[in-house]
């Protein structure tokens, strides 16, 4: 069964220091990947997704995540957190099932916390 | 576009009542899509339409949750005899999917907060 493995629960930077956090999945086929971040109170936004194609994926808020099928992995990074980043991160891996239908399976998720 | 909506944002029930969650997609996205998110976890996925056809549900989706979508528009979500363990986020997301050709991405909404007293 596909599955997405948020190995950190809860990581804290300084604000203007890099931030790496971690996504592995297991899917026997080509996996279909996402980040989404979550405020408190609010719904999910996607940050990006990979598909297929170039495996550094660029997303908004000056995000980028690197697919690296040997190690089942798609490292969600940004160069400099600011305040605003803290929020909730979600892995997610479009499901297999009969037919496209587009289920995402998401990851427990990891805290982000920002020191001034 | 004025984005995925949900009504009501919280809802404070008492054990054994019915619940009535709502879900208004981006229009003309055919996909719609309901998650349950408990506390410290990430959103799991409930049940599926396209159009208003019914396509998937989780075994999460107990014989006391239906979920509707009349005329592959709106969605609703319904909970009958509520129990305590039903507390959660109820996410609703749409996308245009399959129709051109390739994955698509999913646009969540806000989110329905439920609290079974």
């Known amino acids: 069964a596909q599955s997405v493995t948020q190995p950190d629960i809860h990581i804290t930077v300084s604000e203007g220091a890099s931030l790496e956090l971690r996504c592995n999945y297991s899917y026997g086929a080509t996996p279909y990947l996402f980040w989404y971040v979550q405020s408190p109170g609010q719904g999910l936004q996607l940050l990006l997704k990979y598909f297929s194609g170039d495996t550094l994926v660029q997303g908004i808020k000056g995000f980028e995540a690197e697919f690296k099928r040997s190690q089942s992995s798609f490292n969600l990074r940004k160069p400099s957190v600011h305040w605003s980043d803290a929020a909730e991160y979600f892995c997610?891996?479009?499901?297999?099932?009969?037919?496209?239908?587009?289920?995402?399976?998401f990851g427990q998720g990891t805290t982000l916390q920002v020191k001034p | 576009d004025t984005g995925v909506s949900q009504n009501p944002r919280h809802k404070i029930t008492k054990r054994g009542q019915n619940v009535t969650f709502r879900c208004d997609p981006i229009s003309e996205h055919n996909r719609l899509y309901w998650y349950r998110q408990t506390l410290g976890q990430g959103p799991e996925f409930l049940t599926y339409?396209?159009?208003?056809?019914?396509?998937?549900k989780s075994r999460l989706l107990s014989d006391r949750f239906s979920a509707e979508r009349p005329k592959g528009s709106f969605s609703t979500l319904e909970i009958q005899r509520t129990e305590q363990g039903d507390s959660a986020m109820y996410l609703c997301?749409?996308?245009?999917?399959?129709?051109?050709?390739?994955?698509?991405?999913?646009?969540f909404g806000p989110g329905t907060r439920l609290l079974v007293l």
């Open positions: 997301a749409s996308s245009l999917g399959a129709m051109t050709g390739g994955r698509e991405t999913q646009y």
């Open positions: 997610a891996v479009e499901g297999a099932s009969s037919g496209n239908t587009g289920k995402l399976i």
């Open positions: 339409f396209q159009n208003e056809a019914q396509l998937e």
